[in-house]
């Protein structure tokens, strides 16, 4: 009967996994699925219409899906609504407040809700931007916590705002068709007038008028707009792989004479969704699919849209929860067969976890980590690495216990760091060399995964050792040889990222060494690893020395990761938010706790360590 | 054992050496947002001891800005050298102390020698490191010269040659209100007469409009008030050269025989706070007398490293010869040219997000026989002559191209020490590892 | 012990060897070509953005002067492209500015600091600029100003004398502020018709250059544009 457990174990573990891989199911019989799959570009590259949808979402609400009384809206049915029907989607709750100031603005109270729908907000509308005004004359480093909130409340708005004039111009939709018929039929007559008034001739004034207003529109719009909609057509756009927004699509029609077939079809799917006509709508769908696919590369743009739904990361977090309870249930009953299972567990959620960092570095076309967000899922990944090889090596469940804390930890990091936008953002010029990327901040990022792996496993030590009588003196010992491995390994990995940096840096502005906060950082982590391997070598500390140490990597390598972002006078640019740094000081405060634990003398510990007999 | 060698072979010593260099390095960190980047290196990392506001800058992190309350409260910190000293001595005789030739110590031995071979170049790099900055514009004429801007130089520059001037340049340090300065190439003499680290020079008559207005504002702040109703009063007087921070005259024109600017526009000094910021530079201003043969005095100038190109040259007759004086940001010239043929500058489409920056180039030593094209961007600099040029910035919407140009004589041996140490740790790493392995492949049971 | 001693040798030779003094130098230099100016470190940027407005009292009388060390980095961080090179921005926010009246037709185009106004005319394929700016100081005396346009519309320059009678001949008063008017008519079909104006200390420029054909045909208009100029009253 035990021998089925791991098997059994596995294929439950194997099912969330399966199921995360089956296609989304959308309400309706509109064709979301292929909705989410139409192209645009923003922020320099093409990407799926879903991932628009689930980064402005992030941004504006937090989450990456809208909760409703009806249940969850999928963040590219919220988009779909709200370009389509904007007057029904201003209805959901969409926009996040935290801030009691700001909501004091609102006239609401903090216990009231959290969630507010563009209705609400839209009479506060003006009062929110010029407070934000407001608040943006202060200095960013200086401003308060409402002025941070209510600067982020008015660019949540404007997003949205955003959105709703992205695949049209806005206004009324149900308009739409004829906006655009209207557009046609001004645009001959009115160019002819225009020429001749230029040349000083007699001209049809009320085609000229009308033209002019038109134009002035689409122009202010082209400028506004910031979705590529139309793939480029002229060689040079080409080149440049420079899309067209709407606005710019629409004034196309000055030299063409017609509505471009995209901008068009758009119009159409609204007419069709606002009929609720699902299969006008697909046919259109499909039309466009035909139109745009051509132009962009649906290989990447599909494995994007596909990345969202198997939302990957989520899945191996589910994983890591398993896995933490399989290896805690093992320490009480069935040992050998849950560590085992556990172990599998672990193999499969690294696999998902390996697959998810190459599906991002495909789309992006970019070593692994290019910014914080990526930062976090590769330290992840590193520890549940090295992790695997320690529970190869050792067995006992310690590295799998291990592994799941970690890899859970730095995905919900990175799942909150997500929530200021798109994660796959284009690399600045300077940050723009996949050789260093690939070599300097993948090593010394290997080395944080090193330290905290450290740090954990010691954390293990410690809170086993004086709450629990359940670790042996050789499970200490064990766990003393891991934590001193890692350490030298932590050495090595940080010494080599750090010292590689400073190559980088002399290549790339000519100092080796500038002294900056991140670059501080690293030699920090340098430092502290040294420390604790000649501290042991000089006989200063020994194995409960040692532990205590490693617990000081945690947070010094917390410091280096995150806390150098909170000072702002450094090179290196990340974001950072506020809730980040509370999150960051407990973090500190629990291994402030950890290191006063691992003071207390050993003989006082529940688990006995020393041999007491000899004593 | 001598006990002073058993001390400084210590590795009790390097675990303490390590723990303070730790403490430097975050304070370190910490202060660069009062002082920046290279004040800060100065004041912590290129120096012995360092005082440092330990409690205002703990209290910064949580509260994002530096607490003068607190600031009274200094610890006296080992500072760069001294560590970095202390680190080498005591890599040094440790080495002696233990080091037995053997091949299992080769990873050590090697780690440890990339060690000292940094600390090393640390110390060289911080003394022989020079940068500076050079400024070409697309199509413009080509430079021979970079710029310092935070040094400044006081310059004499005999401009009745033919082909060539003879520039004659005063440092900066040499600058003391009061000291005489002699110019053995020169018939002349310099004396400060005044000298200010950051200041702006205007125009009498104006500076003293606008502090009138401004002292007309009622929102202004008593203190500000005094230090404005003070500026104005010297100002007024005729007799304010100098007028320090808080609106003290620091120099009168007393009976100096003003000349050049001075003279003409009632030119005034106004002396501002210094900044460290990275971002920003000084401004230096200085007033100094000519002093001829017999020490008898031709003329006093003001000067000021902000005249532009929009304040005609400043020059005096001495000896038959036209010498234009001027203080400038440090220039050091070169046997060659660089001529920007052209500036690029890409973004990602429909972005501001910058993809891009190159610059490409003509380099041009007659004394060589070297012309070539160049581009030099991003993580490519040009190496040329000991001197390391980087694309640094740009300015002029995109056609001035601003190069860093470093001078480091050993800008190779960090990545030689970088090599040592990381073969050193890999071997360590290895035969710590195989050593692992095989003690628990013999301590499981078969 | 030896080898302690050897080490704290090396550590002083390396000390020592950081010690250099700075010392007076002489050195000979390539004179430098005219246009100098465009490579001289310092001058003021033309970026309305980062232009500072006048200064507030002594903290911001005199530069604030920014930013020529920022790293590469610096502009993955900071969202203005690049800063400001040091410069005297600030010295000429003081000089006041009049007021005016452009006529009709002109185009107004982007300021910078020392730029006061600007403006674009096209007429029939036909362009010409007109330009305010304003110096501290005479900017090297009236002639080497009138040279420089003249130099602009490739004439010969002008001889003292030929300045002399310019300036009687063409003597006009701007708001009761005596200034002379610069006409430089030049071989290659470019023009320059402009006022050079001396106040409170700094010489205001207010120049036509363009082709000959519209520059004449603007004179009227130019002359117009003058009238209206006031300075304020002090």
Redesign the interface.
């Given at each position: 009967m035990k021998r089925f457990i791991p098997i059994v174990i596995f294929i439950f573990g194997l099912l969330v996994v399966i199921k995360g891989l089956m296609p989304p199911r959308y309400s309706g019989d509109f064709d979301v699925a292929s909705f989410a799959e139409l192209p645009v570009q923003t922020g320099g590259r093409v990407l799926p219409l879903d991932s628009v949808a689930m980064n402005s979402l992030r941004v504006i609400s937090q989450r990456s899906a809208v909760r409703t009384d009806d249940g969850k809206l999928p963040a590219i049915e919220w988009l779909m609504r709200l370009a389509f029907e904007p007057e029904e989607a201003a209805g959901l709750p969409v926009f996040r407040i935290d801030n009691a100031e700001v909501l004091g603005l609102l006239g609401l109270k903090q216990e009231d809700r959290k969630y507010f729908s563009y209705d609400d907000l839209l009479p506060h509308r003006q009062a929110i931007g010029e407070q934000a005004n407001q608040a943006t004359n202060t200095e960013s480093a200086l401003r308060s916590v409402y002025e941070r909130q209510i600067i982020k409340l008015a660019t949540a708005m404007n997003q949205y705002e955003r959105l709703t004039w992205s695949l049209h111009p806005g206004g009324d939709v149900a308009q739409l068709p004829l906006l655009y018929q209207r557009w046609e039929e001004v645009v001959g007559p009115g160019r002819q007038a225009f020429a001749q008034h230029e040349r000083d001739e007699p001209f049809d004034e009320a085609a000229f008028q009308m033209f002019a207003a038109f134009t002035n529109e689409f122009l202010h719009l082209s400028q506004v707009a910031d979705l590529g909609i139309v793939p480029p057509t002229t060689p040079e756009a080409k080149a440049e792989n420079d899309w067209s927004n709407v606005g710019e699509a629409l004034l196309d029609t000055i030299t063409t004479g017609e509505i471009n077939p995209v901008v068009a079809g758009y119009a159409q799917l609204a007419e069709a969704y606002r009929a609720n006509d699902a299969a006008a709508f697909n046919k259109e769908l499909a039309h466009m699919h035909v139109e745009l696919d051509a132009g962009a590369p649906m290989g990447r743009v599909a494995f994007e849209e596909f990345f969202n739904n198997f939302a990957p990361f989520y899945q191996a977090s589910i994983l890591y929860v398993i896995i933490f309870l399989v290896v805690a249930v093992s320490w009480l009953k069935w040992p050998d067969e849950l560590q085992r299972s556990a172990f599998w567990l672990l193999l499969l959620a690294f696999v998902i976890h390996t697959f998810a960092l190459l599906a991002r570095m495909w789309i992006q076309g970019r070593p692994p980590i290019t910014n914080l967000y990526s930062s976090a899922i590769f330290v992840g990944w590193g520890a549940v690495l090295l992790a695997i090889v320690l529970e190869y090596i050792f067995k006992g469940g310690v590295g799998s216990f291990v592994a799941s804390i970690i890899g859970f930890i730095t995905l919900v990091i990175a799942h909150n760091l997500a929530k200021t936008g798109d994660t796959l953002e284009m690399m600045r010029a300077v940050l723009d060399s996949n050789f260093w990327l690939a070599t300097h901040v993948v090593i010394i990022t290997f080395g944080y995964s090193a330290v905290f792996l450290g740090g954990t496993l010691a954390a293990y030590y410690l809170l086993r050792g004086t709450l629990t009588n359940g670790l042996s003196k050789e499970a200490g010992a064990a766990l003393y040889r891991m934590v001193y491995g890692i350490t030298c390994f932590s050495l090595l990995f940080s010494f080599v990222g750090t010292m590689l940096g400073g190559v980088w840096a002399d290549q790339s502005w000519g100092r080796f060494w500038g002294w900056d906060p991140k670059e501080n950082g690293a030699l920090l982590i340098v430092l502290w690893c040294a420390l604790m391997l000649h501290a042991r070598w000089g006989g200063v500390v020994r194995e409960r020395g040692f532990m205590v140490l490693a617990i000081g990597g945690n947070i010094i390598t917390a410091w280096s990761w995150f806390g150098t972002n909170l000072l702002g006078v450094g090179l290196h640019a990340y974001g950072f938010t506020d809730s980040g740094f509370y999150w960051l000081l407990f973090f500190w405060f629990t291994q402030a706790f950890l290191i006063i634990l691992g003071l207390i003398p050993q003989k006082h510990w529940r688990s006995q360590l020393i041999s007491t007999a000899n004593s | 054992m001598n006990p002073v060698f058993r001390i400084f072979s210590s590795l009790g010593l390097t675990v303490v050496l390590l723990a303070f260099s730790m403490v430097l390095v975050f304070f370190g960190t910490l202060d660069q947002s009062r002082w920046g980047i290279h004040e800060t290196q100065r004041l912590y990392f290129e120096s012995f001891y360092v005082l440092t506001p330990a409690l205002s800058l703990l209290k910064m992190v949580a509260g994002g800005s530096f607490d003068l309350n607190l600031a009274w409260f200094k610890i006296p910190l080992p500072g760069g050298f001294l560590l970095g000293g202390l680190l080498l001595v005591n890599l040094v005789c440790a080495h002696f102390r233990y080091f037995k030739a053997s091949w299992k110590k080769t990873g050590i031995a090697l780690t440890h020698a990339g060690v000292v071979l940094l600390l090393v170049s640390g110390f060289l790099i911080a003394f022989l490191q020079e940068e500076s900055q050079m400024y070409v514009d697309e199509g413009g004429v080509p430079v021979n010269f970079s710029t310092d801007f935070r040094d400044a130089e006081l310059v004499l520059i005999d401009t009745s040659g033919e082909d060539v001037d003879r520039v004659t340049s005063i440092p900066r340090s040499l600058l003391k209100p009061g000291s005489v300065i002699e110019l053995p190439e020169l018939p002349v003499k310099v004396r400060v007469e005044a000298y200010t680290p950051n200041a702006g020079a205007a125009i009498g008559a104006n500076l003293l409009r606008h502090y009138e207005q401004m002292l007309q504002n009622p929102q202004v702040p008593p203190a500000q008030k005094r230090e404005l109703t003070e500026a104005v009063d010297g100002l007024k007087s005729g007799e304010a050269l100098v007028l320090g921070t808080e609106g003290r005259t620091l120099l009168s024109k007393g009976t100096l025989p003003l000349k050049g600017f001075a003279e003409r526009m009632g030119g005034v000094i106004q002396e501002q706070p210094e900044s460290f910021q990275d971002n920003e530079s000084n401004i230096p201003a200085v007033v100094v007398s000519i002093l001829d043969e017999n020490g008898e005095t031709i003329g006093a100038w003001m000067v000021s490293a902000g005249f532009g190109g929009n304040i005609p040259p400043q020059t005096f007759d001495y000896g038959g010869q036209t010498y234009q004086i001027a203080l400038r940001f440090k220039r050091d010239y070169y046997p060659f040219w660089i001529q920007l043929k052209d500036f690029s500058h890409d973004k990602y489409p429909g972005t501001e997000i910058p993809r891009n920056y190159s610059s490409d180039i003509i380099l041009n030593d007659p004394g060589k026989g070297v012309e070539r094209p160049v581009k030099i961007y991003m993580n490519h600099p040009l190496r040329y002559a000991g001197l390391t040029f980087f694309q640094q910035s740009f300015a002029n919407n995109d056609t001035t191209s601003i190069l860093m140009v470093v001078r480091n004589p050993v800008w190779t041996w960090p990545y030689i020490a970088v090599l040592l140490v990381g073969l050193g740790m890999c071997i360590q790493f290895c035969i710590s590892l195989s050593r692992f392995i095989r003690r628990e492949q013999k301590g499981r049971p078969a | 012990?030896t080898?302690?001693r050897?080490?704290?040798a090396?550590?002083g030779l390396?000390?020592l060897?950081?010690c250099?003094k700075?010392?007076?130098?002489?050195?000979?230099?390539?004179?430098?070509?005219p246009?100098?100016?465009?490579?001289?470190?310092?001058?003021?940027?033309?970026?309305a953005g980062t232009e500072a407005p006048?200064?507030?009292?002594?903290?911001g009388?005199?530069?604030?002067?920014?930013?020529?060390?920022?790293?590469?980095?610096?502009?993955?961080?900071g969202n203005a492209?690049?800063?400001?090179?040091?410069?005297?921005a600030?010295?000429?926010a003081?000089?006041d500015s009049p007021t005016w009246t452009a006529p009709e037709g002109w185009q107004a185009q982007p300021l910078g600091s020392?730029r006061k106004g600007s403006w674009l005319i096209e007429k029939d394929g036909q362009r010409a600029e007109v330009s305010v700016l304003v110096?501290?100081?005479?900017?090297?005396?009236d002639l080497?100003n009138v040279n420089r346009w003249a130099d602009q519309v490739d004439m010969a320059p002008l001889t003292p004398q030929e300045l002399i009678s310019m300036q009687e001949g063409n003597a006009i008063e701007v708001d009761k502020h005596p200034g002379f008017l610069v006409e430089l008519t030049g071989p290659s079909g470019q023009s320059i018709a402009g006022v050079i104006l001396p106040y409170?200390?700094?010489t205001w420029f207010f120049k036509m250059q363009g082709d000959t054909e519209l520059v004449n045909a603007e004179a009227v208009n130019f002359g117009r544009f003058m009238s209206t100029v006031r300075f304020p009253e002090?």
């Open positions: - | - | 012990m080898c302690l050897i080490s704290v090396v550590l390396i000390l060897a950081g250099q700075e010392e007076v130098r002489t050195y000979e230099i390539p004179k430098e070509s246009p100098q100016d465009a490579v001289a470190p310092v001058r003021m940027t033309v970026n006048a200064g507030d009292a002594l903290a009388t005199a530069p604030q002067s920014s930013a020529p060390m920022a790293g590469p980095m610096m502009q993955a961080s492209p690049m800063q400001a090179l040091p410069g005297m600030e010295q000429s003081q000089f020392m110096f501290p100081g005479d900017v090297g005396g080497a409170h200390g700094a002090h």
